[in-house]
């Protein structure tokens, strides 16, 4: 801090050792990051959140239909090629708060360079009004305490929910697969938590500065199903959340072997105009650690499974 220097981007230098072949990488010149060897292994935490412990957070209606299909995809062997022990899901009651930061932490000690991870995410979020010392978004866990005898209660959401820097710390700092995805399908419908009865909260999606810690590092990448200003929509008669219903449409298309920049650009059109069609917006969003930040997912991993996932 005295040098005024991003800790952030320091815990995650471009180079770790990458093993290529069963040597060592050169080190990367000050002119970029190395380039990660072939895929050894494949680790995924999928989190869908429909019913909330706390009474007064609305229920979302696919989100935990969204979490199990995206996840069914990932295990695909014709599509995601992720091992199933490689894949922990959360929904609902098994989503808290501690259970999401515990899938984050298996992940964290068991990834290796040339690992590739996916964290997605499907539930309400809050947006930085609800955080009146700090501007924070959280995402709402199961757990989360919204309400107290007055009404809202910031304290109790500042207790319980999942600060989404604290997920944007555990990707830019805790993650050492030089592969890593974020995908975010958080819903925030209009009455997701209201700090009055007649105060709707705004619907935003994280802030773009959330997003860019979130992608810094060598080969993050974030996908998000809206802008900050827009809601992120489900759908009755697709029974899906639009974002995550086009994702699944893409990945499956592709055998999973489209690079998730082009899986970005489909989906974002084709969400922009299924939602233009009922006169409403939604914009997925995406960041990249840099430019040339890219990959499939369902590329093959080189390595067995590990025995003790």
Known sequence: MQQELNPLVLATPASRGLSVEGETAPQPTPTGPAKPGPVQQKWALVIGIGRFADGKVPPLKYTTDDANAFAAELEDPAIG??????????????????????????????????DLVVIYVATHGTPRTLDSAAGANYLVTYDTEVSGADGFDEDALYATAYPMVELANAVATRMRALRTAVILDTCYSGGSVKPSPS????DKMPSAEMLARMSQGTGRIVLTASQANE???????????????????????????????????????????????????????????????????????????????
């Open 81 to 114: 090629r992720f091992p199933k022990p490689h894949v922990r899901v959360l929904t609902d009651q098994q989503a808290t708060t501690k259970n999401i930061k515990e899938g984050l932490n298996w992940i964290a000690r068991r990834t290796k360079p040339n």
């Open 199 to 202: 105060a709707a909260v705004p």
């Open 231 to 309: 809601e992120s929509l489900e759908s009755s008669e697709l029974k899906h959340g639009y974002f995550t219903y086009f994702l699944l449409d893409a990945l499956k298309s592709g055998r999973g072997e489209t690079p998730l920049s082009q899986i970005y650009a489909s989906v974002a059109q084709r969400v922009a105009q299924r939602v233009a069609a009922g006169g409403l917006r939604q914009h997925p969003m995406m960041s990249r650690s840099s430019q040339d930040a890219d990959f499939a997912l369902g590329v093959p991993a080189s390595e067995p499974v590990d025995p003790e996932p």
